[in-house]
């Protein structure tokens, strides 16, 4: 089987059941025993077990042959071997302490993942058209068309600078001063009837009256004659 079509039967199968960071390494210039390997992660051995029951049934499927697996008894480092290419799938810190990215990492192959989430999404990529074909170019939508407003003509200086100049002000009565206003001729008829008519007389003042003093009265007593 080609190793192209290899890597991306493997890397499909993994995906189906959600794995987890993977990557894929050209190995040609380290070794002669194969020429890619395959990392991916799970997050339980349950997960790395369907992980790599998938890459073993897609590449059977499509008529590979698997060498051999190990590490399905406890599933937490499960390695398929594809011949021109090794799988290992791991839970996340048994990748992390064994690091195989720095061991087998120089050269890194591009999954393409864009385009294979497109194809399994069911998006069409467009068909493209010859440019000399007039239905094939795209219609141009048709701007509005601004008209430009005629400017007024400007208005006679006088009656700018009369509208500019402020109304005056009004004389306002100084604070603190006192505003004669003449009295009204009926005001002043009845004043002067007032000082024409003759004064009023006093009344008599009562006579003072002596108190009088208390009157006495004056006890006699009589004797009784004896008989």
Same mark, same amino acid.
């Given at each position: ?11 499909? *199968? ?17 070794? !002669?025993?194969?020429?890619? =390997? ?7 051995? #349950? ?13 059977? +499927? ?23 290419? =090794? ?7 048994? #990748? ?6 720095? =061991? ?10 864009? &385009?294979?989430? &497109? ?7 467009? &068909?493209?058209? !010859? ?6 170019? +795209? ?17 006679? &200086? ?23 206003? +003449? !009295?009204?001729? !009926? ?18 003042? *009562? ?13 006699? #007593? ?6």
């Amino acid at each position: 089987m080609d190793i192209k079509k290899l890597q991306t039967l493997v890397v499909d *199968a993994l995906e189906d059941v959600k794995a987890q960071d993977i990557v894929v390494f050209d190995t040609v210039h380290l070794t !002669s025993l194969f020429d890619r =390997i395959a990392i991916a992660s799970g997050t339980s051995n #349950r997960q790395t077990k369907a992980l790599a029951a998938s890459v073993r049934d897609k590449i059977k +499927a499509a008529g590979g042959e698997v060498y051999g697996m190990e590490g399905e008894d406890t599933g937490e480092w499960v390695l398929v071997d594809l011949g021109d290419m =090794i799988v290992h799938i791991m839970q996340a810190p048994i #990748r992390a302490y064994y690091r195989l990215e720095e =061991i087998w990492g120089d050269k890194p192959v591009k999954l393409g993942a864009e &385009k294979r989430a &497109k194809k399994a999404d069911g998006d069409v990529e467009p &068909k493209k058209t !010859s440019g000399h074909l007039a239905a094939s170019k +795209a219609a141009v939508s048709a701007s509005p068309v601004i008209e430009k407003k005629e400017k007024k003509a400007p208005a006679k &200086k006088a009656a700018t600078s009369a509208a500019k100049k402020p109304a005056a002000k009004k004389a306002a009565t100084p604070v603190g001063k006192v505003v004669k206003v +003449a !009295s009204t001729k !009926s005001a002043t008829a009845a004043a002067a009837a007032l000082k024409a008519l003759p004064p009023k007389p006093k009344a008599p003042k *009562a006579p003072k009256v002596a108190a009088e003093a208390p009157a006495k009265t004056v006890i006699k #007593r009589i004797k009784k004659v004896a008989e």
